[in-house]
C-alpha cells in the first residue's frame, strides 16, 4: 500500500515562530487531508488539498502532487497550536484506504 | 449540534468482556469508517462502510465486528476483550466513499483491565 512519511516527528517552538511540516507519500492520490489532533484527543480539519494551495489564517498548506508531497505552514505560532498533525491521503487506483502519516507532534511553548 | 458522535466516550472494563461503541453522524455522508488510535498515536483503518455495505476489512481479529443499520450509524462490538485493545477508537465519515473529505467523531477510549 501507499506509504506515508511525515517529517519532523517532534517540533519544540517558542510563541510567534513559524514553522513547516512535511507530509512526503509514495504513489499518486486522490485525497490529501491535514489535521490537527489537540491536546485533548479532537481531530480537527485543517485542509482538504489533493492539490494546490489553500490558506486559513495563520495557516496554509500546498500540495504538490506532482513530485509528491504536501506542506503545511505555521505562521505566528500560539500555544494553541500545540498538538499532532496528521497528514492522510488516498491513493489513486487500488484499496481507496485513507492512510495516515505517523504525523508531526508539536509544542508550542508561551 | 454534532456531526459525528460516538457513545460512550470513555469505556473501562474487564479482560474478557464483550462491549459495543455505537457512532452516529448527520451530515448525510454515504461512507463510514472506524480507526484505532493506538499508544504510539498511530491511527489505522479498521473498517469501512458504504451504504451499509462492508467495502474495507483491514486485519482485524474477527473478535471485531462492525454492524451498520442504516448509512447514517455504524457500531463497533468487540467479543472477548483483550489487553491489547485498549485504545482509542474513532469514527468518521466522508462523502463519495474515500476521496471525499473525512470528518471524526471525538473518539471512545477503551481500556481493558
Known amino acids: 500500500g501507499i506509504q506515508v512519511e511525515q517529517s519532523p516527528p517532534d517540533l519544540i517552538l517558542q510563541e510567534g515562530a513559524n514553522s513547516t511540516l512535511r507530509c512526503n507519500f509514495s504513489d499518486s492520490v486522490n485525497n490529501l487531508q491535514w489535521f490537527h489532533q489537540n491536546p485533548w484527543g479532537q481531530l480537527i480539519n485543517l485542509f482538504y488539498?489533493?492539490?494546490g494551495t489553500k490558506q486559513n489564517g495563520r495557516l496554509s498548506a500546498t500540495t504538490v502532487a506532482t513530485e509528491r508531497y504536501s506542506l503545511l505552514y505555521i505562521s505566528s505560532s500560539q500555544t494553541t497550536d500545540s498538538g499532532v498533525y496528521f497528514c492522510a491521503v488516498v491513493a489513486s487506483g487500488g484499496s481507496y484506504i485513507p492512510t495516515f502519516g505517523r504525523g508531526t507532534s508539536l509544542i508550542v511553548h508561551p | 449540534d454534532t456531526a459525528v458522535s460516538q457513545t460512550p466516550k470513555y469505556l473501562v472494563t474487564q479482560m474478557g468482556n464483550d462491549k459495543s461503541i455505537k457512532c452516529e453522524q448527520n451530515?448525510?455522508?454515504?461512507?463510514m469508517y472506524w480507526y484505532k488510535q493506538d499508544s504510539k498515536k498511530f491511527l489505522k483503518i479498521m473498517f469501512s462502510y458504504n451504504n451499509k455495505e462492508l467495502i474495507i476489512n483491514e486485519t482485524v481479529p474477527n473478535r471485531f465486528s462492525p454492524k451498520s443499520p442504516d448509512k447514517a450509524h455504524l457500531n463497533l462490538h468487540i467479543n472477548s476483550l483483550e489487553l491489547g485493545d485498549s485504545a482509542v477508537y474513532f469514527c468518521a465519515s466522508s462523502q463519495q466513499g474515500p476521496v471525499g473529505e473525512l470528518f471524526f467523531g471525538e473518539g471512545s477510549r477503551l481500556t481493558v483491565l
Open positions: 488539498i489533493p492539490s
Open positions: 451530515l448525510g455522508h454515504d461512507t
